[in-house]
């Protein structure tokens, strides 16, 4: 699938810029621009991609960035010397989970048969049923049969002290959407 | 003898050999310009972390080792048993150079009352709140997320993220930009979790 680029707005032109996708007259000119509008305080762009790029960097070494991970991932997370709690949260039997104590990152076991599955989604939605995110294509592998929840103590602790109904969606070699599994805590 | 290949020498690499002769001057019979390099290069490395810090050591080492290069390449340094004097008389020019960028910048420090802890309390950029950015994270799809990690955290050039995926390089650029339009957006919200 081919995509329309995008429109120029200013952190696509800062993104351009530092990855050299212009040439050197459009990157002085837009030098001079760029550097009047940061003396202004009128480019936040700026801020934002370093901040950005800083926070990223020091998830991923830490092996948070990304919420779901597999058995091996989690292998690696407990070596990293944070301080890891783990927890199974069973969708027949879900427990409350108690994020109260002193931990540096929550790891979620969650027993799911992912036989037949190529891909996994997961909704996460209010207890009346209105939507407050998507996950797409969550990383699982089917022979660990369970997937892993990843989260910092900070997201965690927010995620568990508001009651939440995640949705497991499932769709298999055939194409079919189905709900996998439903959690509600 | 040169092959034109460019091989590691420790962890500073010597710049692609030109093969237009040209612009090739082959001083030495004996030892190519690029074994010439790797022979310098722990010499030159170890004068620089002498003196200098890790990152500041391994900049100074590249820039005279370029230096050298150049040396040789304009046929500065017609005999084999000159090379080690003239890139010793490099480095200590450069280090004479830094050192005297150094007392400047002291000079400013004291002048100004500014310190070295000033400039990095200064270049820091504020960090995102990483609750946030790891819900904003997981709300891209497989492809968005490993374009942003590649890019971000692997430091891939575009056309390794391009063959990676089996896109085109336009596409990666245009992943990216959404991506990066998309999580700004969602880094502005609160919370999944609370935004109810």
Redesign the interface.
């Known amino acids: 699938?081919?995509?329309?680029?995008?429109e120029t707005?200013p952190?696509?032109r800062l993104?351009?810029y530092l990855?050299k996708?212009d040439t050197e007259a459009e990157a002085a000119a837009y030098e001079d621009e760029l550097f009047a509008r940061a003396v202004a305080g009128d480019a936040p762009e700026l801020?934002?991609h370093?901040?950005?790029?800083?926070?990223?960097?020091?998830?991923?070494e830490a092996g948070?960035?990304?919420?779901?991970l597999t058995a091996k991932d989690v292998e690696r997370v407990m070596k990293s010397g944070a301080r890891v709690k783990t927890i199974v949260v069973d969708p027949s039997a879900p427990e409350p989970v108690d994020a109260s104590d002193d931990f540096d990152i929550l790891i979620t076991r969650v027993p799911l048969d992912l036989t037949g599955v190529r891909r996994l989604d997961v909704d996460?939605r209010?207890p009346e049923g209105?939507l407050?995110?998507?996950?797409?294509?969550a990383?699982f592998d089917p022979a660990d049969k369970a997937i892993y929840g990843c989260?910092?103590a900070?997201?965690a602790r927010?995620?568990a002290?508001?009651p939440?109904r995640t949705e497991f969606w499932a769709t298999g070699d055939d194409g079919q959407r189905r709900l996998l599994a439903t959690i509600h805590l | 003898m040169n092959t034109g290949v460019v091989r590691p020498a420790g962890a500073l690499h010597c710049p692609a050999m030109r093969s237009d002769s040209a612009a090739r001057v082959r001083p030495f019979e004996a030892l190519d310009e690029q074994e010439l390099c790797r022979r310098l290069s722990p010499a030159i490395r170890a004068f620089a972390h002498r003196r200098l810090e890790r990152a500041a050591a391994e900049d100074f080492a590249h820039d005279a080792l370029l230096l050298v290069i150049e040396a040789l390449r304009e046929g500065r340094v017609q005999e084999q048993n000159q090379l080690g004097s003239y890139a010793l008389g490099v480095c200590r020019n450069l280090a004479r150079d830094r050192a005297r960028a150094g007392e400047r910048r002291q000079q400013l420090f004291e002048k100004y009352g500014v310190t070295e802890e000033d400039l990095v309390a200064l270049h820091a950029p504020l960090e995102v709140k990483r609750a946030k950015l790891e819900d904003c994270f997981s709300q891209l799809t497989q492809r968005a997320r490993q374009v942003i990690r590649s890019t971000f955290c692997d430091d891939s050039a575009d056309a390794e993220i391009a063959s990676a995926l089996s896109v085109s390089e336009p596409n990666v650029r245009v992943i990216r930009h959404r991506s990066l339009t998309a999580l700004r957006a969602c880094l502005e919200t609160p919370i999944s979790w609370v935004a109810r």
């Open positions: 699938m081919i995509l329309e680029p995008t707005n952190l696509t993104d351009d990855r996708r801020g934002f370093a901040g950005f790029e800083k926070s990223l960097r020091a998830m991923n948070t960035l990304d919420l779901w996460v209010t209105m407050l995110k998507t996950m797409p294509e990383l989260c910092e900070e997201l927010t995620a002290a508001v939440s």
